[in-house]
Nanobody, 118 residues
Framework: QVHVVESGGGLVQAGGSLRLSCAASGIIFSINTMGWYRQAPGKQRELVARITSSGNTIYADSVKGRFTISRDNAKNTVYLQMNSLKPEDTAVYYC????????????WGQGTQVTVSS
């Protein structure tokens, strides 16, 4: 069973940066596409970035040019570098193995809260 642990969230001013980490276990990490999702209060969870086993990346339009997803297969960890943060980026961020169609395929972790103040 997939187990993920997200970390790195916090409170930051608009324009600031944060780096999120997600450690995964229970899967063959290196062959899985991994995704970062977020859920803001009152909104549905959305996929913001994903990275394939070969390192190809896809971003939601709302974060393109500001967020960078990366992975370290030796550490079974996926990262999300978030720059130029905006108040609308405030959400709980989650990671999950992700299908080719951009849907989550594992169990959800606790997530990590990101709050961007204006």
């Amino acid at each position: 069973q997939v187990h993920v642990v997200e970390s790195g969230g916090g409170l930051v001013q608009a324009g600031g940066s944060l780096r999120l980490s997600c450690a995964a276990s229970g899967i063959i990490f290196s062959i899985n596409t991994m995704g970062w999702y977020r859920q803001a209060p009152g909104k549905q969870r959305e996929l913001v970035a994903r990275i394939t086993s070969s390192g190809n990346t896809i971003y939601a339009d709302s974060v393109k040019g500001r967020f960078t997803i990366s992975r370290d297969n030796a550490k079974n960890t996926v990262y999300l570098q978030m720059n130029s943060l905006k108040p609308e980026d405030t959400a709980v961020y989650y990671c999950n193995p992700t299908t080719t169609w951009g849907t989550p395929s594992g169990s959800w972790g606790q997530g990590t809260q990101v709050t961007v103040s204006s």
